[in-house]
């Protein structure tokens, strides 16, 4: 049986941060000038009032203080409130495929790798920058890789499945090495105007390195030594921006075009199937959950991440075995456990288990389970 491991991993963290205060004092003079202009409608009943929002609400509700991005006057701005990325030629480097050739570089560094070692390349995020040609075959481009790639989106679970995937090509003999890589730009899907969800998300890229463990030479390496996954088709995340948008103008700039959510009902349905996934997925493996030191969980709210990793482990864990990066980054879609993984797996003892767990809209989940070599 051929063993796979990730040997690397890599981080694109944005230059630029946004604090719950910055972001509220901006949400809050919109909701003052939006209350001013419809007064008349709002003292008639014919329209609600905009609420103010908090930094402490916010961080209670999700445990989030702050988020890179790509770009941040304009989303600060109350009269525009969405990122300003400007399109480049052509025959520039996109600015996705920019991000993700950093953390690849990053990853490769730490793998001990170069081009000449990886077979492919996959893109797997939320939102991809357009449809074609693949963003990631503009990443191979860019790094000098001889071989194949493409993208792929499972929303948030994207890089949980894209691992999966890349650990499947090598095992069959489709590729020596695979680089798998997540670069989110979510401030380009998320409505800054929207009470409820302006600051749930932010910007950051991920990769990581596939091998087989026969040729890793990397000082830190982790077998993977199972994957599961698992989708159910749910109305309650969506985003249906596309192209058929122009060919039902109707709905052009509706507020279902960006991302959207019933937030109670997500939390209510995915937590449970989220924990019973890896439960199951553990018991398959013959793993005891007092055996597994780390839950690397996606990280879209820290409350569903305490009752997950409660669910999972049957007690209340420790900051330690389900580390949080939400505070620092807020959600980043399909990076999230990645970056948790990826800052907080150094200290792990040769042996030691752990669960890379990503969940989101669609629904879907992946685990995956991974060992300390």
Not at 38 to 45: D, F, L, P, V, Y
Not at 101 to 116: E, N
Not at 231 to 243: A, D, Q
Not at 316 to 330: N, S
């Amino acid at each position: 049986m051929t063993d796979i491991v990730i040997s690397g991993t890599g981080l694109f963290t944005p230059p630029y941060t946004i604090s719950n205060e910055e972001l509220v004092a901006s949400f809050n003079s919109y909701v003052d000038t939006y209350n001013q202009q419809h007064k008349i409608a709002i003292n008639g009943g014919e329209v609600s009032a905009l609420e103010h929002s908090s930094a402490e609400f916010i961080a209670k509700v999700s445990g989030i203080n702050a988020r890179y991005v790509m770009e941040k006057d304009s989303i600060l701005n109350p009269e525009i409130m969405t990122p300003r990325i400007p399109e480049r030629a052509n025959d520039e480097l996109s600015v996705l495929a920019e991000m993700a050739v950093k953390a690849a570089k990053d990853a490769m560094q730490a793998a001990g790798k170069t081009a000449a070692d990886i077979d492919g390349v996959l893109l797997a995020c939320s939102n991809a920058q357009r449809p074609y040609p693949a963003v990631a075959i503009e990443v191979q481009e860019a790094l000098g890789i001889d071989g194949f790639a493409f993208d792929m989106n499972v929303a948030c679970s994207s890089a949980t499945f894209g691992l999966q995937a890349a650990a499947d090509m090598i095992k069959s003999g489709s590729a020596r090495a695979i680089l798998v890589v997540n670069p989110e730009i979510c401030s380009g899907h998320l409505d800054f105007r929207d009470r409820d969800c302006h600051f749930i998300f932010g910007d950051v890229a991920t990769a990581s390195i596939l091998e087989r463990a026969e040729t890793a030479t990397s000082a830190k390496n982790y077998e993977i030594v199972s994957t599961k996954l698992k989708t159910k088709f749910s109305n309650n995340i969506r985003n249906n921006f596309g192209f058929l948008n122009r060919a039902a103008p109707e709905g052009i700039g509706a507020r279902d075009k960006l991302f959207i959510q019933e937030g109670r009902k997500v939390f209510k349905e995915v937590i449970p199937m989220v924990a019973d996934l890896i439960t199951a997925h553990l018991k398959e493996q013959n793993i005891e959950p007092s055996s597994v030191k780390r839950l690397w969980l996606h990280q879209a709210n820290l409350h569903m991440n305490e009752l997950i990793s409660r669910k999972v482990l049957g007690r209340e864990p420790t900051a330690q075995e389900a580390p949080v990066i939400l505070d620092e980054y807020a959600n980043t879609s399909s990076a999230g456990s990645i970056i948790a993984f990826h800052k907080y797996s150094d200290d792990l003892q040769k042996g030691d288990l752990g669960v890379i767990c990503s969940f989101g809209a669609g629904y879907s989940i992946g685990s995956v389970i991974i060992k300390k070599r």
